[in-house]
T-cell receptor, first 114, second 113 residues
Framework: GESVGLHLPTLSVQEGDNSIINCAYS??????FIWYKQESGKGPQFIID?????DKRQGQRVTVLLNKTVKHLSLQIAATQPGDSAVYFC?????????????FGQGTELSVKP | DAGVTQSPTHLIKTRGQQVTLRCSPK?????VSWYQQALGQGPQFIFQ???????QRGNFPDRFSGHQFPNYSSELNVNALLLGDSALYLC????????????FGQGTRLTVV
């Protein structure tokens, strides 16, 4: 069935290091992906998105990589800060006649050690 | 520019009761989607509203219903509440029906006792 999953449920990094959060998706027809950050007690916060006609997109301190061949998505956070501590979700847009419907993975908890 | 706003923030209901949750989309957005997020899980799609009609629905029973108003705001109604309905209910707004940026509110924490 449809699913978006994450390889690692938890990730602990030292402040200042780079973080890489991975995600696998199963629907090869999907052409839109979003990364969200969710802090405790808050709603998901949009970080960055990417469409399938791209394999890389950069934002402020973040980079998303998309490998359609192996259906893999990653989020790289440069110079990780304590404020980056949160749960990170990748979400897959279903496209076609299901535009706007997002399928979320389980999430990866990022912990930044000072 | 206000983002997505939801009310109430927290709610406690008794099993069997009915609840209504509200959402105002981000300015400029006309599509509202609702998600249920159980503790430790990713959000699960409930349904989507556009032009005051339900356009898509996830795997949720008919006890879950909704409405969208002419000003694009939306309500989520849940009837005959079960203990398992306890969750964070999230509203996301976007523009149109294509896959595009979706922004979430802070959610409503529903506890059914």
């Amino acid at each position: 069935g449809e699913s978006v999953g994450l390889h690692l449920p938890t990730l602990s990094v030292q402040e200042g290091d780079n973080s890489i959060i991975n995600c696998a998706y199963s629907n090869s027809a999907s052409d839109y992906f979003i990364w969200y950050k969710q802090e405790s007690g808050k709603g998901p916060q949009f970080i960055i998105d990417i469409r399938s006609n791209m394999d890389k997109r950069q934002g402020q301190r973040v980079t998303v990589l998309l490998n359609k061949t192996v259906k893999h998505l990653s989020l790289q956070i440069a110079a990780t800060q304590p404020g980056d501590s949160a749960v990170y979700f990748c979400a897959e847009g279903m496209g076609n006649n299901q535009g706007g419907k997002l399928i979320f993975g389980q999430g990866t908890e990022l912990s930044v050690k000072p | 520019d206000a983002g997505v706003t939801q009310s109430p923030t927290h709610l406690i209901k008794t099993r069997g009761q009915q609840v209504t949750l509200r959402c105002s989309p981000k300015s400029g957005h006309d599509t509202v989607s609702w998600y249920q997020q159980a503790l430790g899980q990713g959000p699960q799609f409930i349904f989507q509203y556009y032009e005051e009609e339900e356009r898509q629905r996830g795997n949720f029973p008919d006890r879950f219903s909704g409405h969208q108003f002419p000003n694009y705001s939306s309500e989520l109604n849940v009837n005959a509440l079960l203990l398992g309905d306890s969750a964070l209910y999230l509203c996301a707004s976007s523009w149109g029906l294509a896959d595009t940026e979706a922004f979430f509110g802070q959610g409503t924490r529903l506890t059914v006792v």
